[in-house]
């Protein structure tokens, strides 16, 4: 669903929506990235990141897994190849400007692959990540190997490499709501539904790259919104519904995603939906 929540290895195919993307890129940073902070956090804290970290974070988005690191202390790189309105969020977020001339110590945005992330003198990363979570819809994780091989080669042998999905649809309720995606997308298919997330999905991907496996967790990372404004705005952010906003129209899609979101209203107006995500370590070799 992260640059948190959607996939961007693989291109769009067919027409894409019309939409505002500074915009939409300024959704995600101000609603739907911080979503995943728990996870961030369970992370850094297992693998004792600080001072002597130096990571490379893959489809970095905004910047704000990256901007945790570094207030942690760690020296960092993101690359983002997809969107560079969220790029340059990260770059408001973690570089100097005239206006904020406090930078973050040893941090480099790269907008491209892995491999422009790489120089002659750049040391090895100790610590690779990719946050954005797969087993939300079929074929998420194509391109995912690729995107490790080039980063792979810029570390040390046995560096922690991170990869994280979405736990089972009955641990999570979001997965309802993306229900609205997949029906509207592809009418013929009925009711449908995000497809199953299989237990080893994370390991078959670190197999494929090559990584060995050594150790996973389970994170709660709920979504809470003000109102069901702001839970719209921050779902459409992830790229998710673009599909069904082809097919459909927007106003369709905003309509259907609100009524979905009901269940999880409180009686204060806040929306609150409860999710599992997993996360694996795996090692280079």
Request: with cysteine; charged share 20%; glycine share 10%.
């Amino acid at each position: 669903m992260t640059p948190t929540l959607v996939r961007h290895y693989l291109p769009h195919a067919g027409p894409v929506p019309r939409v505002d993307l500074d915009a939409r890129a300024r959704d995600w940073s101000e609603i739907q990235e911080r979503m995943l902070v728990p996870l961030y956090e369970a992370v850094y804290e297992r693998l004792e990141v600080g001072p002597g970290t130096r990571l490379l974070g893959l489809g970095c988005g905004s910047g704000l897994a990256l901007l945790m690191a570094a207030s942690r202390g760690a020296t960092v790189t993101g690359v983002e190849r997809f969107s560079p309105e969220r790029l340059t969020l990260a770059r408001e977020r973690l570089l100097p400007t005239a206006w904020s001339p406090r930078a973050r110590a040893h941090t480099r945005l790269v907008h491209g692959s892995p491999r422009d992330a790489a120089g002659a003198e750049t040391p090895a990363y100790t610590l690779v990540t990719a946050f954005e979570p797969i087993g939300c819809l079929a074929g998420d994780s194509e391109g995912l190997g690729d995107v490790l091989g080039a980063a792979t080669p810029l570390t040390a042998r046995g560096t922690p490499v991170v990869l994280t999905g979405w736990g089972p649809p009955e641990r999570c309720a979001t997965a309802s709501v993306l229900r609205v995606a997949t029906r509207l997308a592809d009418p013929l298919r009925g009711t449908g539904s995000p497809r199953p997330v299989l237990r080893d999905d994370l390991e078959e991907v670190a197999h494929r790259a090559g990584l060995r496996p050594d150790g996973s967790g389970r994170v709660a990372c709920p979504f809470g919104y003000a109102d069901v404004e702001s839970a719209v705005r921050g779902l459409l952010s992830t790229g998710l519904f673009d599909a069904a906003i082809v097919a459909t129209d927007q106003a369709q899609v905003d309509k259907e995603l609100a009524e979905a979101l009901h269940p999880y209203r409180r009686p204060d107006g806040t929306v609150w939906m409860p999710n599992v995500f997993r996360y694996l370590i795996a090692r280079t070799t």
